[in-house]
């Protein structure tokens, strides 16, 4: 049992490694692709830097926010998992 609670830990750390690796790389591209656009705009039309900056600013949090919504299911696979507490037993926590 104790070694069946181990190699699921270790399977639920790897996911959530996995999990916010590939979340941070896509917002990362996200965000770039958001930010350049948002500087060609002003560089076409500078009047509208307001507007556009602003917007941008929305869009990116919007962005960060996918990030942060696959960290936070990260933590709970790694410490709300349904065999913790064998888990913690086992590390002698």
């Not at 790389?25 to 350049?36: E, K, N, S, T």
């Not at 869009?59 to 507490?85: H, Q």
Request: net charge neutral; glycine share 10%.
């Amino acid at each position: 049992m104790e070694a069946q609670a181990l190699q699921y830990f270790i399977a639920a750390v790897t996911a959530a490694g996995f999990g916010i690796a590939i979340a941070a790389f896509g917002c990362g591209i996200a965000q770039g692709l958001g930010l350049r656009a948002a500087v060609e705009g002003i560089a076409r039309n500078p009047e509208s830097s307001g507007k556009v900056t602003v917007t941008m600013l929305i869009g990116l949090a919007m962005i960060e926010s996918l990030c942060i919504y696959a960290l936070v299911i990260s933590l709970i696979l790694i410490y709300a998992a349904p065999m913790t507490s064998t888990v913690t037993k086992i590390l002698g926590h």
